[in-house]
């Protein structure tokens, strides 16, 4: 049988289990809320809700994905996700083995359609383990309860705990954008570091132009309001307008981004390794 | 009849054909049009100085570097075109590479799977040819240069492969590592696997090739059977007689006698064989009997450092070979 995608697919996830930066990505993934649920436990005993969020944190659990997404929407899951799309192709350059896997009977799109799905994966993976461990932890700390919407109604605990996992969802759809601009710099720089560090310089970048006076117009437009997308979900009835924006600005970014990166590894030279 | 390793017909064209290949790198020119042919049974030798576009000129045979110009054909196929152009091909350029933290039978599984067709059944075999079988479950970055080496046969073995390139393969082994990969070469080649071999080691491609091309500033100098190359060099004496001196004019004298000279106190000359019989009796009746008269065959060190430097061989003199008109340049047919 002729190796196909899904041969590198595989290969890629099977290759994540072994490397270190999997893990790194992975448990600070799962870490973060665990250390959230502590903070509120030990903060709230102690000074009866001072902590900011806490109020809102502590009526119900299913908060506390949601509030995670707040914080680390433009630096920690961006570098989570660079930490393996970033890595990928520049890996192959640090080790030499580009000109192995060159060599047998893979064409370079399939391979670079692989290792493609394969970063995705990782990010979906890393997201959904967050998200998971933060409704548990949460629910742990403050109960399986339900949750104020931001137009101020009461969702029910069942219907909260969807709205989290479609939220999770929509909050994907920047981080597809990151990982075609990892993919771009990883095959770009030939550097692992250069190509994680890149990519998250690049959304903070997007983070200070939204800042700047005068540019607040482009606000719409920027990736960094992207990840906030998944609060139309939290409105009654829902605001789909800020989701709908979000997929065709991401595309806007992410296409090019993919395109280039695809058009780099098909036509580069393997001399070195 | 020969057969395609691609698509099971017959007649193919030759395993390697390379034609006005070039790589230009800015205005730097590593590769500046080489011809060569590689026919079905060759253990080919690719030889030539450090920088001299060997590598370069492999790289672009696999189809990891993009030519300038020129074109690069495996039985007939352009590995540019597609990846298809490598079934039935497998080697390596420079060091073989692998993933370090997976074992080596991990990494063999790996590369087995993107081959397809069944290579993952060769994994054993393959394993026990390089006789690794016993670490294979040994993370590779553990491995010795050598025992990389012979994974990277391996992994070409598991191909099935009817021609192999190897860049360099005894580099960096010890005496020992270099007499085994050297076995296991004769090993392939007696298995009817065509070998392509880059090598610094002038001896062993002495020993185990049929066939040369020998490159020098991006360039062809030579390319043929080294028994040719050998012959064009011509035969060179040693002679001691009873009297040197008497014997020096005689020889100087000799129509067909060439490169005459004194070295270590015996005379030097090239001469065909006829040639010598004359001299024999014609120092004869000078009076200058003849205490010795060695032939010197000259060794592939001494023509490649002719052919390349234009300079002395290992035993400080001009094997006298004569590139343009012994070794015609350009692709031996």
């Known amino acids: 049988m002729s190796p196909t995608v899904v041969t590198v697919y595989r290969w890629e996830l099977f290759k994540l289990r072994y490397q270190k930066r999997t893990y790194l990505g992975l448990g600070a993934a799962a870490l973060v809320p665990i250390i959230f649920a502590a903070a509120i436990h030990f903060r709230h005993d102690r000074h009866g809700g001072d902590f900011a969020f806490s109020s809102y944190l502590t009526r119900s659990g299913l908060a506390m994905p949601l509030v995670i997404l707040l914080f680390g929407a433009v630096w920690m899951f961006p570098l989570i996700t660079a930490l393996v799309a970033g890595d990928i192709f520049a890996s192959e350059d640090h080790n030499g083995t580009l000109k192995t896997i060159f060599t047998r009977s893979l064409e370079r799109w399939q391979i670079f359609a692989g290792k493609g799905l394969a970063a995705a994966t990782y990010a979906i993976v890393a997201i959904l383990i967050n998200g998971t461990v933060a409704v548990v932890a949460g629910s742990m700390e403050s109960g399986f309860n339900s949750l104020q919407s931001l137009s101020g109604t009461i969702v029910s605990a069942p219907k909260a705990l969807e709205l989290v996992y479609v939220s999770l969802l929509v909050y994907l759809i920047p981080i597809a954008t990151i990982v075609c601009i990892g993919l771009l710099l990883s095959a770009v720089t030939r550097n692992s570091a250069a190509a994680v560090v890149g990519t998250l310089m690049i959304s903070l970048l997007f983070q200070l132009i939204g800042i700047l006076p005068g540019l607040g117009g482009l606000q719409p437009y920027l990736l960094s309001t992207q990840f906030n997308a998944w609060q139309g979900l939290l409105r009654t009835p829902i605001d789909w307008s800020p989701i709908v924006r979000a997929a065709w600005v991401c595309a806007m970014y992410g296409v090019p981004a993919l395109a280039a990166a695809f058009l780099v590894f098909l036509r580069r030279d393997v001399a070195g390794g | ?332 047919r």
């Open chain 2, 1 to 332: 009849m020969t057969v395609d390793p691609g698509t099971g017909k017959g007649d193919i064209p030759p395993p390697v054909e390379v034609r006005g290949l070039v790589k230009r790198y800015g205005d730097l020119t590593a590769v500046a049009g080489v011809d060569l042919t590689v026919n079905v049974g060759d253990v080919y030798g690719y030889l030539g100085p450090n920088g001299a576009g060997k590598t370069t000129s492999l790289r672009m045979m696999l189809g990891l570097i993009r030519p300038t110009a020129g074109s690069a054909r495996l039985f007939g196929r352009d590995p540019m075109q597609s990846v298809h152009a490598l079934d039935g091909v497998a080697g390596f350029v420079e060091a073989p590479t692998f993933y370090p933290y997976l074992s080596g039978r991990r990494n063999l599984e790996l590369l087995a799977a993107f081959d397809g067709h069944g290579a993952a059944r060769r994994i054993e075999q393959a394993l026990d040819t390089v006789e690794l079988s016993d670490r294979a479950r040994d993370r590779v970055g553990g491995y010795s240069h050598g025992m990389r080496q012979r994974l990277g046969i391996a992994a070409a073995l598991v191909r099935d492969p009817k021609l192999m390139l190897l860049d360099e393969p005894g580099t960096g082994l010890d005496p020992a590592g270099m007499r085994d990969m050297r076995q296991l070469v004769r090993r392939l080649a007696d298995q009817g696997i065509t070998v392509m071999l880059s090598s610094h080691l002038l001896a062993e491609v002495e020993e185990l090739c049929n066939r040369v091309a020998i490159i020098q500033a991006g360039k062809i100098v030579y390319e043929g059977e080294i028994a040719a190359l050998k012959r064009s060099a011509g035969a060179t004496y040693r002679l001691s007689t009873t009297d040197n001196e008497r014997a020096l004019a005689v020889c100087r004298a000799q129509p067909g006698i060439a490169d005459v000279g004194v070295e270590h106190g015996r005379i030097r000359f090239a001469a065909g064989e006829a040639v010598v019989a004359e001299l024999s009796q014609a120092l004869v009746e000078a009076g200058a009997l003849i205490k010795a008269l060695t032939p010197q065959t000259a060794t592939l060190e001494d023509l490649f450092f002719s052919l390349t430097e234009g300079g002395e061989g290992a035993d400080g003199h001009h094997p006298g070979v004569v590139p343009e008109s012994a070794a015609p340049m350009g692709p031996a």
